[in-house]
């Protein structure tokens, strides 16, 4: 069955930690761009982190810049989300999806380049409070 | 940075066309895809490339786009289409490639 599995969400304080896990399955993982997006409750959907199929390339929304690390094991189907100086807002589902890479081309050579998620996780709730 | 607007809600009666709007700046550069979350449930891609429609998804999903807006439209809307619905897309201007998403539409099927 293709599906993603994600794991790790807690109930951290402020200015904590947290890794979080995704299994893949059913699908060619290491040919995959992954991202995390995330959902605070009862709010929209906010992309958070991109990795390419070999971890070679990651891209990262503004507000978690320097806080968080995305990353991958293709020996084990797995992605990570390790987060740390955990706010408040950070306080989400995160979702683990599967992120093709699409191209918009302008003109015969010139493209602009976009992501979008094909394959969800359930996601895992990550709340930050005192 | 680009934003993408979306109306909070549309409401329909059963059978009839659904239609919700997604206005952005940069939407004449980019493709737009679509998604459908049923609370709790994760999301759900129903269209790509602005007009695409992933196997699985029902013919009643379509989109267009024109300008600064696409359009998802469904046709014959029914009890399950009930949903929140997210537009996605791309901001090119920064000079990085962040997506973006919609604040969402809410469909209420009367």
């Known amino acids: 069955e293709v599906q993603l599995v994600e794991s790790g969400g807690d109930l951290v304080q402020p200015g904590g930690s947290l890794r979080l896990s995704c299994a893949a399955s059913g699908f060619t993982y290491n040919s995959s761009w992954m991202s995390w997006v995330r959902q605070a409750p009862g709010k929209g959907l906010e992309w958070v982190a991109n990795?390419?199929?070999?971890?070679?390339?990651?891209h990262y929304v503004d507000s978690v810049k320097g806080r968080f690390s995305i990353s991958r094991d293709n020996a084990k189907n797995s992605l990570y989300l390790v987060m740390s100086s955990l706010r408040v807002e950070d306080t989400a589902v995160y979702y683990c999806?599967?992120?093709?890479?699409?191209?918009?081309?302008?003109?015969?050579?010139?493209?602009?380049?976009?992501?979008?998620?094909?394959?969800w996780g359930r996601g895992t709730l990550v709340s930050v409070s005192s | 940075s680009s934003e993408l607007t979306q109306p909070p809600s549309v409401s329909v009666s059963p059978g009839q066309t659904a239609r919700i709007t997604c206005s952005g700046d940069?939407?004449?550069?980019?493709?737009t895809y679509w998604y459908q979350q049923k609370p709790p449930q994760a999301p759900v891609l129903v269209i790509y490339?602005?007009?695409e429609r992933p196997s699985g998804i029902p013919e009643r999903f379509s989109g267009s786009s024109s300008g600064t807006t696409v359009t998802l439209t469904i046709s014959g809307v029914q009890a399950e289409d009930e949903a929140d619905y997210y537009c996605q897309s791309a901001d090119n201007s920064g000079g990085t490639f962040p997506v973006i998403f919609g604040g969402g539409t809410k469909l209420t099927v009367l």
């Open positions: 990795i390419k199929q070999d971890g070679s390339e990651k």
């Open positions: 490339r602005d007009t």
């Open positions: 999806a599967r992120a093709p890479r699409d191209y918009y081309f302008y003109d015969t050579s010139g493209y602009y380049i976009n992501w979008f998620f094909d394959l």
């Open positions: 940069a939407l004449p550069n980019q493709y």
